[in-house]
């Protein structure tokens, strides 16, 4: 673990163009050494698609070993459509850590950068910077592996316990206070379906009973539908929003699309100990090796690494890290960088090499 300023970091590639980004996200770090008292130790472990095929297993207890004693965990992307699980289910370790290391608030940010398409109108004027946390350990997802198929019917459980939207919720009031902090509403809004689901009200609830703790926050409460609706419109009226886990899959990637697509957008899966920080975008193999991969959202998720290190073993040092990458893209793609989702010439190396030069 962590000694003072020095940082050991799992680091899974993964499948399709994961490492095609994780290696862009790895020397923008190593760039940060150069510029701050930090440094890290990075070590590879394998996980994903290529490694079931080989193994028959998505990775390996060394892996998970690694991930428990590193300080937080890197992952890239996992998973490929054409490799799957006797049950047709997709490979995916980046969900099965979420349950191995109670890593309960799935951190989805979506800040439209300056030069970045918006597909709102007038976004590019009012901004957008918000926040979707979604509960990543239970909700619809509690079933996976556990869904019951006969020839006539399929049913999925649905679990939302107390503890863990307890958990949810003071994590969630606890980053409106940081945002208010730093300038933002630090506003958070509960978005269920609490009108038509005894598991939605029951999650309601317990927002409201945390919310009576935190009155400094200010709070809503929106239907899920209503909430999609209203974002499409106009999304510079949302700071925090909380979810249960089926919701936050669906809405984060909505948001995602707001502010230039899945590849500009970072995520982490945060427990009370463990981390694991990676873009929102999939594998992609339809791109793999063609150099075109961004890995924005990548480096991106980086820098949320640097923050909630520093968060969590109070080095100041490395909160600055991460806001001077998150400046650093943001004066590159000011400047005109042009990725190739948007049309653009710009690929995996020029994005790179642009936000190296800008740190």
Known sequence: MSANNAFHIAVLAGDGIGPEVMAPAIEVLRKIETKSGLSFRFTEGPAGANHYLATGKSMPDTTI????????????????????????????????????????????????IPGVPSPIVGADQRGIDLVVIRESTEGLFASMGKGVVTHEEARETMVITRKTSERLFEFSFRLAERRKARGKPGALACVDKANVFKAFAFFRGIFDEIAKRHPEVKTDRLYVDACSAMLVKRPWDFDVMVMENMFGDIVSDITASLIGGLGMAPSADIGDKYAVFQPCHGTAPDIMGQGKANPTGMILSAAMMLDWLADKHGVEGAAEAGEQIERAVDKVYAAGLKPMEFGGSNGTADITKAVLAAL
């Open 65 to 112: 070993k690694l991930c428990e004693e590193a300080d937080a965990i890197l992952l890239g992307a996992c998973g490929l459509p054409s490799v799957r699980y006797p049950d047709n289910t997709e490979i995916a370790p980046q969900i099965e850590l979420r349950f191995i290391f109670d890593l309960y608030a799935g951190v989805r940010p979506a800040r439209l």
